[in-house]
Every structure is written in structure tokens, then in C-alpha cells.
């Protein structure tokens, strides 16, 4: 599949890093070495890509383009919501994601499928100082272990039968600073979008195989894999732009492709998420784009990667690229990372020293050379707010 130019200047299509970019390794086990080769996307008979695989499913196509219930007229109207417009809305977009105990363990971990991922259906926007050139790819290099004390870790989840996993982040909760049950992550690793709902047995696993245990094709109990245990969802809020009009391949909904989750950790006990990892990083909203150096950090699964190692992508000051000129561009960094990176955090350093949480992995090249995730601006900061009151 040729790359698509982008405005004329900017080229390696931006396909879904998995509409989900699920995924971890190969069905043969949490410990299983590389992940395989892509699995050939569906075509159309002129040979286009079109449609994206979720956990073995495909997503809904031929869908009303309108948008869902209880959202505003325009995207712009969204600005203004407040405390009682997100509950609202929240109401009739309810996440149902009952404990089912000891349901997660290294098997189902393991064979999580999958995606086929696909490229954007949508052009990027005309010329109009939305997009940049690509950036130079940079090589992933490996986070030192111990992994206990970073905010990252796997999330885990369930889809018609198939399941699969992102990357995400312990961010600071606002209203109960230094006992935070926050995690951040990409609207695609939560929810298929458009037409679609929900994903089930949505949960969190922090410093996921912080040990080395499942390394090197070998497998490894529960407790090792999830050495600060496995933290159920409770209360998911993805941004509304993704549940109306997200799907399977990347386009101007991917400007929105992020979600918030509040978890409890399935054993009980009285510590929070942030109190068991001994992190959480601050959501800095409205980052001045020209003065940040980004990192992402995820767990890539598909080869040179295994899905069971994380690694981080210091890429520098970020390019844009945008689907949509209405919206705000995307954040654009070189990066070689694979499919399961989706969901991980983007780290910068504010003024203060703090490191702190600047966007997530949503979409990458097929040739795997640039990765690219939300701006997070007002409507991030809503949700946030809301879940932090909620």
C-alpha cells in the first residue's frame, strides 16, 4: 500500500494504531516472543482499505454521520459545557463493567488478537498552517526497570468475544490530590466509536511485568504480571467528538481520541491507585506547542517488540497535523513504536520541574516511522473535571 501525501508535503498515511491499537503478543501466551506479522487489512476491490478490526470484530460501517444523543449542535458549542451538561450526557452514555473476579489472568492476557489496522479515510486539512512536515524517526528505547514507581501500565479489555490491550497513565486527580484512581488513555482502547459501545472488562494493570518475568518468551503468573494488581474501571468518560464519529481508521475524530477511567483495585483494600504506584502526573491542558520536548511511553507489541516490555520515544518538540483545520491539529513525533503503544502517555516538563501528561498515542504511520496524539485543550480539561467531581 503506496503512502498517502498529506497536503502535498507530508507522507506515511496515519493508520489507526489499532482502532485499536489493542493489541499485545501473538495468542500463544503473555510470554510469547514477537509479535507476529500484521495480518493483511480488509480491501475494497480498487484495493483501498476499508474498515478496522477490533478484538477479531470489525467496526460498523455505512453509519448515520449525524451526531448522538445529548450532544450540542456544534463541536464548538461543546466549550461551554459545564458540571450538569457532561452528567447529562454521561446519562445516556453509561459504562457497565461489573468485577467479575480473577476473570484477567496470564492466559487472557496473552491472547489478547490483533487489530487490522487500517489507514485514515479522511485527507489531511488543505494548507493553512495546520500541518508540518514529518519529523525524522527516532528509535523507541527501553524504560529501566523497575517499572514500579512510573505511571504507566497495560490496560486490559473485552470485545465480542475477542479481547485486547492499550497503554495508559496514572494522571493526578484535581479533587483528592496524592489519592488519584485516574488513569488516562486513548478513546479507542475504551470504545469503538461511532454506531458502536463500550468495551467490557475494561481494567488497568500498573508497571505491567515490572519484573522482566514474561520477557524473553517466557510465561509468568498473575502476580508478576500485575504486581500492584489489577484495577477494574468504574466510570469511563471518552471524549463525546470520539463516541459520535470514531471508528476503525484515522481521521479528523482522532483530534479527540482520548478517555479518562476511574478504577478500584479488585481485592479491595483502602490505598489509592496513585498511593499503590507512588506516581501520578498532572493533565498540563493548553501546552504552549512550540516550547514542549515530548516523550511517549507505551508498550509496542508488534515486531522488533513483544508487547511485554515498555519502552519511550523522546521526540522532541512536536509537529502538527490536522484532518480537520476547525480543530486542533495533533501532536506529531518521530517514533518507530508498533501497535500497543495506543493509549500511552505523552510526557513534557512544565515550568515547575513537574513532568506531566501532555497527550496520548492515538494514530502512527504504516511504516511505523511517527506517532501522533490529541492536543489536549478545554474539552480534555471538561472531562477531566467532570470525572475528577463525579
Known amino acids: ?214 520477557s524473553s518468551g517466557r510465561k509468568a503468573p498473575l502476580d508478576k504480571l500485575a504486581p500492584l494488581g489489577t484495577w477494574w474501571a468504574d466510570k469511563v468518560v471518552p471524549s463525546p467528538q470520539w463516541t459520535a464519529e470514531g471508528g476503525g481508521t484515522g481521521d479528523s475524530a482522532s483530534q479527540y481520541d482520548f478517555a479518562i477511567m476511574r478504577v478500584h483495585n479488585q481485592n479491595g483494600g483502602g490505598r489509592s491507585l496513585e498511593e499503590t504506584v507512588g506516581s501520578a502526573v498532572p493533565v498540563w491542558f493548553d501546552a504552549p506547542r512550540d516550547a514542549l520536548s515530548v516523550s511517549a511511553w507505551g508498550y509496542p507489541l508488534y515486531k522488533p517488540f513483544d508487547g511485554q516490555e515498555l519502552y519511550r520515544c523522546d521526540g522532541g518538540r512536536p509537529s502538527r497535523l490536522s484532518f480537520d483545520a476547525g480543530r486542533p491539529s495533533m501532536l506529531t513525533i518521530g517514533c518507530d513504536m508498533t501497535q500497543g503503544s495506543s493509549g500511552g502517555g505523552w510526557f513534557a516538563t512544565m515550568p515547575d520541574g513537574r513532568r506531566a501528561l501532555v497527550s496520548n498515542t492515538s494514530i502512527g504511520t504504516i511504516e511505523h516511522t511517527s506517532l501522533s496524539g490529541p492536543y489536549l485543550e478545554s474539552t480534555a480539561k471538561q472531562a477531566l473535571d467532570y470525572i475528577s467531581k463525579k
Open 1 to 214: 500500500m503506496s503512502p498517502i501525501r498529506r497536503s502535498g508535503r507530508r507522507r506515511g498515511a496515519a493508520a489507526a494504531l489499532a482502532a485499536a491499537a489493542l493489541l499485545t503478543v501473538s495468542a500463544c501466551g503473555p510470554g510469547a516472543a514477537g509479535g507476529g506479522a500484521q495480518p493483511p487489512p480488509a480491501t475494497a476491490s480498487n484495493g483501498a482499505l476499508i474498515s478496522g478490526v477490533i478484538g477479531g470484530v470489525t467496526l460498523p460501517t455505512g453509519l448515520p454521520t449525524g451526531l448522538l444523543d445529548g450532544l450540542p449542535k456544534s463541536w464548538d458549542d461543546l466549550k461551554k459545557w459545564k458540571f450538569e451538561d457532561w452528567d447529562s450526557w454521561a446519562s445516556q452514555h453509561v459504562f457497565n463493567n461489573p468485577v467479575v473476579k480473577d476473570f484477567w489472568n496470564p492466559d487472557k492476557m496473552g491472547d489478547s488478537k490483533p487489530a487490522d489496522p487500517a489507514p485514515p479515510t479522511a485527507a489531511p486539512a488543505a494548507d493553512s498552517g495546520a500541518n508540518d512536515p514529518e519529523p525524522a524517526v527516532v528509535k523507541a528505547a527501553p524504560v529501566a526497570r523497575p517499572y514500579t514507581g512510573q505511571p504507566s501500565g497495560k490496560v486490559f479489555f473485552s470485545a465480542d468475544g475477542g479481547r485486547g490491550n492499550c497503554s495508559a497513565t496514572v494522571i493526578a486527580d484535581p479533587a483528592h490530590p496524592g489519592k488519584s484512581n485516574l488513569v488516562w488513555t486513548a478513546g479507542h482502547c475504551v470504545h469503538q466509536g461511532k454506531g458502536g459501545t463500550f468495551f467490557k472488562d475494561l481494567v488497568f494493570v500498573p508497571a505491567y511485568n515490572d519484573s522482566g518475568a514474561s
